[in-house]
């Protein structure tokens, strides 16, 4: 139900790196981006309500775009410690569980 | 900064044990989550724990688990007779109010033999 097409994603350091994600539930309405770094757990990094297009958080912003069933991360400037698995999840109005997609891994190189 | 811990980091365990994980979620949290990740697979939700009993459960979440919050700091999962399928990591996780983001511990990597 949530669904990262790329595995993995290379980006030189100091350019923008893009992450998407698409959903199949229209029922979702609130959407997550979390981090995840070897051997530790999912880091919350930024959300969005489906009551908006757009989330900003410092250098990274989350786009909604619920036509098309579609979300993306953006992060600007790209930084070496962003090298990490990122993982789209989304939940639906009153259900409390996160689905989540297979992740991104991010490659950021110097 | 507050955050939610887990022991052990990894169990090995042989096909047909008990095993108990621990998770000790952020101190006033109130709704409480097992997820587990299986190699290679997405993070998928097992159970959901908010005042002192189950919200929801996945279909993952069958007869052999069972969920306990046993005094006021602690949150465990069992799994009463393992098997290989088991083997994953599994994450706790936890948040303050019903609107409020889910915090994740480190994991626990489950082993099976």
């Known amino acids: 139900q949530v669904k990262q097409n790329s595995p993995s994603l290379s980006v030189q350091e100091g350019r923008i790196s893009i992450l998407n994600c698409d959903y199949t539930n229209s029922m979702f309405d609130y959407f997550l981006w979390y981090k995840k770094y070897p051997a530790e757990g999912p880091t919350f990094l930024i959300s969005?309500?489906?009551?908006?297009d757009k989330n900003e958080d410092g250098r990274f912003t989350v786009f909604l775009n619920k036509s098309a069933k579609h979300l993306s991360l953006h992060i600007v400037p790209s930084q070496p410690g962003d090298s990490a698995v990122y993982f789209c999840?989304?939940?639906?109005?009153?259900?409390?569980?996160?689905?989540f997609g297979k992740g991104t891994r991010l490659h950021i190189l110097p | 900064e507050p955050e939610v811990t887990q022991t052990p980091s990894h169990q090995v365990t042989q096909m047909g044990q008990e095993v108990i994980l621990r998770c000790v979620p952020i101190s006033n949290h109130l709704y409480f989550y097992w997820y587990r990740q299986i190699l290679g697979q997405k993070v998928e939700f097992l159970v959901s724990f908010y005042n002192n009993e189950i919200s929801e459960k996945s279909e993952i979440f069958d007869d052999q688990f069972s969920v306990e919050r046993p005094d006021g700091s602690n949150f465990t999962l069992k799994i009463r007779s393992t098997k290989l399928e088991d083997s994953a990591m599994y994450f706790c996780?936890?948040?303050?109010?019903?609107?409020?983001?889910?915090?994740f511990g480190p994991g626990t990597r489950l082993t099976v033999l």
């Open positions: 999840a989304a939940s639906a109005f009153r259900d409390d569980k996160i689905i």
């Open positions: 996780a936890s948040k303050g109010s019903a609107g409020d983001t889910q915090y």
């Open positions: 969005i309500s489906s009551i908006k």
